[in-house]
């Protein structure tokens, strides 16, 4: 139908993928058309996908949400086209006199509207499709000659135009592009969504590092931990790039032979890997050493300990329930990073302890089941708090359990410990006073379920012989951390020293 | 092209294909492979009665690992090499 030459109604629409686009820009280069359909109706399904075919210069604007938008494109074969999404209450569609879907409007490069076609005719649409610079060869084989649309949208009551927008929205949402269903269906995951490891988020986090070099191989798979597919678990895990040089540190650190990561992958054990962080790096990277700093809620702690833990099961392949048979889990297993709190501490750090510059930042990995609080609000003194602390620690493993002999994390929260150095107590103090206090009677140990097993206890001259909790005072490690309060925590160990693992600590390559 | 990068490695070894099952154990060299978990002797002496009395194996290679929590170590594994099937007491 040829119309007297008039400027065609701008618009501003957006796409299926939320990109703006004007009038202006579509017929820039030429003729073009703009084709008006819906998706509930048949005749603009068959139009659609008729004019998909030919090449032409053109955009769709579809009446409805981008739901039904998405829809029709996949049907119709269409998902090449830009597909506007025009809702409620179709002011373009006003604009533009409709009355009926499909209509086709060829809008030449000045901006006026040169044509319409109202409906489905095969020779009339035919010739848009010519003038939009498509391909007409076989244009509309199989279909009838004429064939009338259905109403436009704009032409019913706001009611209705809600009615059938609800239906749109009850379709089935478009395949996700957003990438998050698919890393549950590839496996990438520890149960919660990820962060999809595009090559441009990974490629940020490698910044000028060779993503080819290898830190060994992660077992039990024994696949190989490149440092690209460490920085795609660290994507996956949220964290920023500036985290990475923590990432690869610790995952050096669980690598190292006496950290004995095999085992820890494959026992039936609770135990996961606990990195503690030390030095300015910390604060360089906004991590909290206090209030909730064994939990949740700041993205460094969190995210660092998930990065290692995906990179575990990931490239290692200790999956749950396959090559982790660990009996009950625990949530320290998704993550488990803790900044100790240097600044409230009066205590040395332990990187320092462990023979460090303050100035050096560092990990320190030691293989642990979860945190086990203590409470003790009402002790006067430091022995008091000691006493607390050390009966906690002789519980870890079993409560009949003795030795452990493994490494065992106290984390004890400021409050207490200000109390013990207040009295002048030392890290080391408080530690030696532990080692010394964490006894137990051979008589106590033989009478419990699985005394009878313990070579210690068989071995003892009497039942008063007492057994200690710890082989040495260098197996309990003491970190400052927590907010206000009077909790401090007990991290029991996984398998002794030597024949489990041992803690591990490295520098972390990274300058303020 | 993948539009994502992989955290797997596609050569891990995630699967191992089991070694054939002997059809008879009849003269056989059969190891046993205690890991060191509590009472684990005890369970590889009766089998060790067991095959030598009810299934003809002509001899049995006892075999210990220090610890159940690390990989066996080379020498283990070398002496393990030479029979022709072992058993690994796991107890828990």
């Known amino acids: ?512 | 092209m993948d539009r994502y990068v992989s955290p797997v490695d596609p050569r891990g070894r995630d699967r191992v294909a089991f070694a054939p099952r002997p059809q008879s154990l009849q003269g056989m060299t059969i190891g046993l492979l205690d890991i060191n978990k509590t009472r684990g002797r005890e369970f590889l002496d009766r089998l060790e009665t067991l095959l030598l009395d009810r299934h003809g194996v002509a001899e049995v290679v006892r075999l210990r690992k220090p610890t159940f929590a690390r990989v066996a170590p080379d020498n283990v594994l070398a002496e393990a090499d030479r029979c022709g099937a072992v058993v690994e007491a796991l107890a828990d």
């Open chain 1, 1 to 512: 139908m040829q119309v007297q030459s008039k400027a065609a109604p701008p618009f501003v629409l957006s796409d299926v993928d939320h990109r703006v686009r004007h009038l202006d820009d579509i017929c820039s280069q030429g003729p073009a058309l703009l084709a008006f359909v819906e998706r509930d109706c048949p005749t603009s399904l068959a139009t659609l996908r008729a004019l998909a075919a030919t090449g032409a210069r053109m955009v769709v604007i579809s009446e409805g949400r981008a739901e039904a938008a998405r829809d029709l494109a996949a049907t119709a074969g269409a998902e090449h086209l830009t597909m506007l999404v025009e809702t409620a209450p179709y002011a373009v569609s006003a604009a533009y006199g409709l009355t009926t879907v499909p209509t086709l409007v060829l809008v030449d490069g000045d901006g006026n509207e040169a044509d319409r076609c109202v409906g489905w005719d095969r020779d009339a649409v035919a010739r848009l499709v010519d003038r939009a610079g498509g391909d007409t060869a076989d244009f509309g084989s199989g279909m009838p000659e004429h064939k009338p649309g259905c109403g436009s949208r704009n032409t019913y009551d706001e009611q209705m135009q809600q009615v059938l927008e609800a239906d749109d929205a009850a379709l089935a949402p478009a395949a996700a592009d957003d990438g998050i269903d698919e890393m549950w269906e590839r496996g990438w995951t520890d149960g919660l969504p990820v962060v999809p490891p595009t090559r441009a988020r990974v490629d940020a986090m490698l910044g000028n590092r060779d993503g080819t070099r290898s830190l060994g191989e992660v077992p039990p798979t024994m696949g190989e931990l490149t440092l690209e597919r460490l920085a795609a678990c660290a994507v996956l895990a949220g964290c920023r790039p500036e985290y990475f040089p923590v990432v690869i540190a610790a995952a050096e650190a669980v690598l190292e032979p006496a950290f004995n990561l095999h085992g820890l992958q494959n026992t039936t054990h609770m135990a996961a890997p606990v990195i503690v962080v030390n030095g300015p790096v910390r604060r360089a990277l906004g991590m909290n050493p206090g209030s909730n700093v064994l939990g949740f809620g700041n993205r460094a702690n969190v995210t660092i300990g998930r990065a290692v833990r995906l990179m575990m099961c990931l490239t290692g392949g200790a999956t749950a329930g396959r090559l982790d048979q660990s009996t009950i889990g625990g949530p320290h297993k998704f993550g488990w990073c803790i900044p100790e709190n240097e600044e409230v501490s009066r205590w040395e750090p332990l990187h320092v302890q462990l023979g460090h510059a303050p100035e050096t930042s560092t990990v320190t990995v030691i293989a642990s089941e979860g945190p086990s609080q203590v409470s003790d609000h009402f002790s006067q003194t430091p022995e008091g708090v000691a006493n607390t602390l050390t009966q906690a620690l002789q519980s870890v493993w079993a409560p009949t359990w003795y030795p452990v002999g493994a490494d065992t994390v106290l984390v004890i929260c400021p409050e207490h410990m200000q109390m013990l150095a207040d009295a002048g107590w030392s890290k080391d103090d408080l530690r030696t006073w532990i080692f010394t206090h964490a006894q137990r009677s051979a008589g106590d140990i033989r009478a419990s379920g699985s005394g009878e097993f313990n070579a210690f206890a068989a071995q003892a001259e009497s039942d008063d012989t007492m057994i200690p909790k710890f082989l040495s005072p260098e197996e309990i490690i003491i970190v400052v951390a927590g907010g206000v309060g009077r909790f401090s925590a007990v991290l029991g160990p996984w398998v002794g020293v030597g024949l489990g693992s041992s803690m591990c600590t490295r520098t972390i390559d990274w300058r303020p």
